[in-house]
């Protein structure tokens, strides 16, 4: 039976604390010996007879899956003979060897098509001795093992030292064994993945609800019978028709921080006072910090003293956490990636804030995205003159216990299909590094027949 050991099958010492045991028949080899390693490189960018080919070009953005077939990038081939880089053939491991993404994953897929790789790429073209499927499965399943190995540190980027990654012992089954352990992982995380999706969707329509849930209630009350107005403001649309509406401005203040020179100790040895960066905005609320900076840092670097209660506000960046906000409950300091809000008149609660930028969130990272110099930037002037109802404040205390008990059942569920999808992850991880090293045996597997179109090998 699959996942069973036999009591005839030996196992040896890899001498690798990140293989252990192995079988005993199995092999071992450093990496160098069993691929051709091939790097890439970058065209002149201002040159149009090197791009809009038909050659693609992998980068880091294009790693979102285990499977490379097209890009956002691609060359002419004089792109690709103007360059270091050249054509890949099909089948190779592809592995970004330098990005940020290498703080936390090693990203690998495999290549379907011909392709070229810009610098921080690298393609392992396996020997005759194994198989591409195979690589890419050890690098997949066994990252939190091989990316402490690889990593290189010290780097404003991090990156993943050639000579470490080469020099790794591998594990070397037979190749028959070698095509059964990637029919079977093939087979099994297909299943595994299809179980995520369905519970990532699920995951989706209670952010929706959420949003939904928020946006009528800061926007329209509680009450339906009372007469709307047009707001007169293009991301609130009506509104009851007794609700004023203002400028942040005229109900908070709003500021920026700043990163004190790293190169600087005095900033940030013995420091005591908090120091937020744009990572925050991900909790719901702030209450805490890893990182600290000095009195002098405080005085000479555009740090702001922030007193809670305030909104924080992520705004910079491509990802998610432009326009995302959080509540801070601790006085601190904040960067440039950070602003706060915090309010100067009793006319508006922190909470009601709180969730108006929640419901702002959208139209601010479509503002953001307009164009010229601020481009992918949400300016501090942008916030206080983003025009906001108002609600008497009794009203808006109403519209906060409302909100927090209607998200209560929705975060409830929300962390109960959460924790779902870390077991199902982390249960794919194990099941792959268990039959890379042979802890599992699954010689003898087979894809049932009623359920071959679920295998994608």
Same mark, same amino acid.
């Given at each position: 039976?699959?996942?069973?050991? @036999?009591?005839?099958?030996?196992?040896?010492?890899?001498?690798?604390?990140?293989?252990?045991?192995?079988?005993?028949?199995?092999? /071992?080899?450093?990496?160098?010996?069993?691929?051709?390693?091939?790097?890439?490189?970058?065209?002149?960018?201002?040159?149009?007879?090197?791009?809009?080919?038909?050659?693609?070009?992998?980068?880091?953005?294009?790693?979102?899956?285990?499977?490379?077939?097209?890009?956002?990038?691609?060359?002419?081939?004089?792109?690709?003979?103007?360059?270091?880089?050249?054509?890949?053939?099909?089948?190779?491991?592809?592995?970004?060897?330098?990005?940020?993404?290498?703080?936390?994953?090693?990203?690998?897929?495999?290549?379907?098509?011909?392709?070229?790789?810009?610098?921080?790429?690298?393609?392992?073209?396996?020997?005759?001795?194994?198989?591409?499927?195979?690589?890419?499965?050890?690098?997949?399943?066994?990252?939190?093992?091989?990316?402490?190995?690889?990593?290189?540190?010290?780097?404003?980027?991090?990156?993943?030292?050639?000579?470490?990654?080469?020099? !790794?012992?591998?594990?070397?089954?037979?190749?028959?064994?070698?095509?059964?352990?990637?029919?079977?992982?093939?087979?099994?995380?297909?299943?595994?993945?299809?179980?995520?999706?369905? =519970?990532?969707?699920?995951?989706?329509?209670?952010?929706?609800?959420?949003?939904?849930?928020? %946006?009528?209630?800061?926007?329209?009350?509680?009450?339906?019978?009372?007469?709307?107005?047009?707001?007169?403001?293009?991301?609130?649309?009506?509104?009851?028709?007794?609700?004023?509406?203002?400028?942040?401005?005229?109900?908070?203040?709003?500021?920026?921080?700043?990163?004190?020179?790293?190169?600087?100790?005095?900033?940030?040895?013995?420091?005591?006072?908090?120091?937020?960066?744009?990572?925050?905005?991900?909790?719901?609320?702030? !209450?805490?910090?890893?990182?600290?900076?000095?009195?002098?840092?405080?005085?000479?670097?555009?740090?702001?003293?922030?007193? @809670?209660?305030?909104?924080?506000?992520?705004?910079?960046?491509?990802?998610?956490?432009?326009?995302?906000?959080?509540?801070?409950?601790?006085?601190?300091?904040?960067?440039?990636?950070?602003?706060?809000? =915090?309010?100067? !008149?009793?006319?508006?609660?922190?909470?009601?804030?709180?969730?108006?930028?929640?419901?702002?969130? %959208?139209?601010?990272? %479509?503002?953001?995205?307009?164009?010229?110099?601020?481009?992918?930037?949400?300016?501090?002037?942008?916030?206080?003159?983003?025009?906001? @109802? /108002? @609600?008497?404040?009794?009203?808006?205390?109403?519209?906060?216990?409302?909100?927090?008990?209607?998200?209560?059942?929705?975060?409830?569920?929300?962390?109960?299909?959460?924790?779902?999808?870390? =077991?199902?992850?982390?249960?794919?991880?194990?099941?792959?590094?268990?039959?890379?090293?042979?802890?599992?045996?699954?010689?003898?597997?087979?894809?049932?027949?009623?359920?071959?179109?679920?295998?994608?090998?």
């Amino acid at each position: 039976m699959v996942g069973t050991i @036999p009591a005839d099958r030996l196992f040896k010492d890899a001498g690798s604390q990140w293989l252990g045991n192995i079988p005993a028949e199995w092999g /071992l080899k450093r990496l160098k010996f069993l691929v051709s390693c091939v790097g890439g490189g970058t065209p002149a960018t201002g040159n149009p007879d090197f791009w809009g080919g038909e050659i693609p070009w992998v980068s880091p953005k294009d790693m979102k899956s285990g499977i490379i077939t097209k890009t956002e990038d691609y060359l002419t081939e004089s792109g690709v003979r103007g360059s270091a880089t050249s054509i890949i053939q099909p089948d190779a491991v592809l592995v970004v060897v330098r990005s940020g993404i290498l703080r936390h994953s090693i990203p690998a897929a495999r290549n379907l098509v011909p392709v070229s790789l810009n610098q921080d790429m690298k393609a392992l073209i396996p020997s005759s001795e194994l198989m591409t499927t195979y690589l890419y499965w050890i690098i997949e399943g066994c990252q939190k093992q091989l990316l402490p190995l690889w990593s290189k540190s010290g780097c404003t980027v991090e990156s993943i030292e050639l000579d470490y990654m080469l020099g !790794t012992e591998m594990p070397v089954p037979a190749l028959y064994e070698q095509k059964a352990i990637a029919r079977f992982l093939d087979f099994k995380t297909a299943q595994i993945d299809a179980l995520i999706a369905k =519970k990532q969707a699920l995951l989706d329509k209670l952010a929706e609800k959420r949003i939904a849930l928020i %946006s009528h209630a800061v926007t329209k009350g509680l009450d339906p019978s009372v007469p709307m107005r047009d707001s007169g403001v293009e991301w609130l649309g009506g509104i009851p028709a007794y609700w004023k509406t203002t400028r942040i401005k005229f109900v908070a203040r709003i500021g920026n921080g700043s990163t004190p020179s790293r190169e600087k100790s005095d900033y940030w040895i013995d420091g005591h006072f908090p120091w937020l960066n744009s990572s925050m905005v991900n909790q719901e609320e702030v !209450t805490a910090s890893d990182q600290f900076v000095t009195d002098l840092a405080l005085k000479e670097c555009h740090l702001p003293i922030v007193d @809670p209660p305030a909104v924080l506000v992520g705004i910079t960046g491509q990802g998610k956490t432009r326009g995302m906000a959080s509540k801070l409950n601790m006085i601190a300091t904040i960067n440039q990636h950070l602003a706060f809000i =915090k309010p100067t !008149t009793n006319d508006i609660s922190i909470d009601y804030l709180l969730f108006l930028f929640e419901r702002a969130y %959208s139209f601010l990272r %479509s503002e953001s995205d307009s164009g010229g110099s601020t481009k992918g930037a949400i300016t501090c002037e942008q916030i206080a003159n983003l025009e906001i @109802p /108002l @609600p008497p404040v009794t009203e808006q205390e109403s519209i906060e216990r409302h909100i927090r008990e209607e998200l209560g059942a929705l975060c409830d569920m929300s962390r109960s299909v959460s924790t779902v999808v870390d =077991k199902l992850q982390e249960y794919r991880s194990a099941l792959i590094t268990n039959a890379v090293t042979g802890k599992i045996d699954v010689r003898g597997f087979t894809i049932p027949e009623h359920a071959k179109e679920l295998a994608h090998a």
